[in-house]
């Protein structure tokens, strides 16, 4: 099955600044790439995808990246706020199956 | 209803018991999935279903069942559960196949003691 690894684990940014998160994955047939925004408590809701015929994707502060000959992905936020906070999963489609990455807690420090 | 829902809320399981958590959603969506999460682990796919009356297994299907007789409704059954099966368990569905926006119920906090 698909491996995806994700890091860092945490990431502490000051407000404004920018977050980045890294992610590879193992299947070369893997399709279909999400990123999941999970706040404390709560259910894991989509911010972002792209597909592997796309190489970057980009929604107001969110953008992702992906590179295929590499088997990574990253998501990039800009000008963090406090709502931003949250733990964010990376995720590879094979086979009908979503295998996800482990997460990053963020913290964005005021 | 709106969206997804799961039931119950919450559970404390003595091991050895059968448990069926259940899963509903409005939005006619042909497939539906079992996730559980734990603490540095992620979600973990159990189950899945691309359509009603067919299923599939995930990355951690054992000790775990399920069934999809309609287009709404998706439980999920441990059949003898144990500790080691105490998770929040997390429904989702989404239109078609998994390559399009999944949405998540609420999800489901089981302890099995």
């Known amino acids: 099955g698909e491996n995806v690894e994700q890091h860092p684990s945490t990431l502490s940014v000051q407000e404004g600044d920018s977050a980045v998160i890294k992610c590879t994955y193992s299947?070369?047939?893997?399709?279909?790439f999400p990123w999941y925004k999970q706040e404390l408590g709560k259910r894991p809701q989509l911010i972002i995808d792209?597909?592997?015929?796309?190489g970057e994707k980009k929604d107001q502060r969110i953008a992702v990246t992906l590179n295929k000959t590499a088997k990574h992905f990253s998501l990039h936020i800009t000008e963090t706020q406090p709502e931003d906070s949250a733990v964010y999963f990376c995720?590879?489609?094979?086979?009908?199956?979503?295998?996800f990455g482990a997460g990053t807690t963020v913290t964005v420090r005021a | 209803i709106a969206g997804i829902t799961q039931a119950p809320t919450s559970q404390i399981l003595a091991a050895g018991r059968r448990m069926t958590l259940r899963c509903t959603q409005d939005?006619?969506?042909?497939?539906m999935y079992w996730y559980r999460q734990d603490l540095g682990l992620g979600l973990r796919l159990i189950h899945y279903?691309?359509?009603?009356?067919?299923?599939g297994k995930g990355e951690v299907p054992d000790g775990y069942s399920v069934s999809r007789a309609n287009t709404d409704d998706f439980p999920l059954t441990l059949a003898s559960a144990v500790p080691s099966q105490t998770s929040v368990y997390f429904c989702?569905?989404?239109?078609?196949?998994?390559?399009?926006?999944?949405?998540f119920g609420p999800g489901t906090r089981l302890t099995v003691l």
């Open positions: 989702a569905s989404s239109e078609q196949g998994a390559g399009n926006e999944q949405f």
């Open positions: 299947d070369s047939a893997s399709n279909y």
């Open positions: 792209i597909r592997s015929n796309v």
């Open positions: 995720a590879a489609l094979r086979n009908y199956k979503l295998s």
């Open positions: 939005m006619r969506h042909n497939a």
């Open positions: 279903s691309n359509t009603a009356g067919t299923t």
